[in-house]
């Protein structure tokens, strides 16, 4: 997992007792503990149930988290053996075939895992970044997403601001929000994750086209095989 500035800054501030670092953290990661109880099919009881133990014991666990960037994988390993506790409690020791233990997950769910950790860091640093915009970007940026879309005649009259003046202001509003830290942290992350494995897959065709080129060939008029 990639070191986020921003959750090495909210881990050692909760650490210290600093509540608004806390409630931070707990907005960032909710979705995520939340998407996995619903992987595991519980009810709205249940997963406030499981999300409040999860972070019952990271308070117990905060001092001890050496690695910040680390805190996204721990909280959904522990929210993953909570609703396998869930799971007992409610139906049964059958219900341990229904949901692997997190220690035995297969490859395929350990990538979904760690691509929930993802999609609720995008989601919590577009919340901080659009916080941070000025009140007529937010404006915009909201009627913008509105669904159905909202003609730009209704948008001009909404914000009172002029038809042509909306694209402009547009692009002006997604500059910001691409510039804020914790999105540029994302950007950047997401461009070397990329350029790394565009860079291994070309080492794997060179040595795949050096192999075959090292192949002996048959002579001329002799079937290959």
Known sequence: MRNDPVVTDLVTRARNGDRQA???????YAPLIWSICRRHRLDGADADDVGQSVWLQLVDQLDKVRDPAA????LATTTR????RVLRTVRGPHAAGYSLDAETIPDEQARMAEQQVLVAERHAALREAFAHLPPCCQQLIAVLIEDPPVPY??????LGIPVG??????????DRLRHYPAIAA???????SAGSELSGQ????RRSVDGRSEMPSAPLGTPAG
Do not use: K
């Open 153 to 158: 005649a209704e948008i001009s009259a909404r």
């Open 22 to 28: 806390w409630d931070a953290l707990v907005e960032r």
């Open 81 to 84: 053996r909570e609703c396998a």
């Open 186 to 192: 994302l950007i950047n992350a997401e461009t070397e």
């Open 165 to 174: 003046s909306i694209g402009p202001n547009r692009s002006r509003c997604l």
């Open 202 to 205: 070309a080492m794997q065709s």
């Open 71 to 74: 805190l996204p994988g721990w």
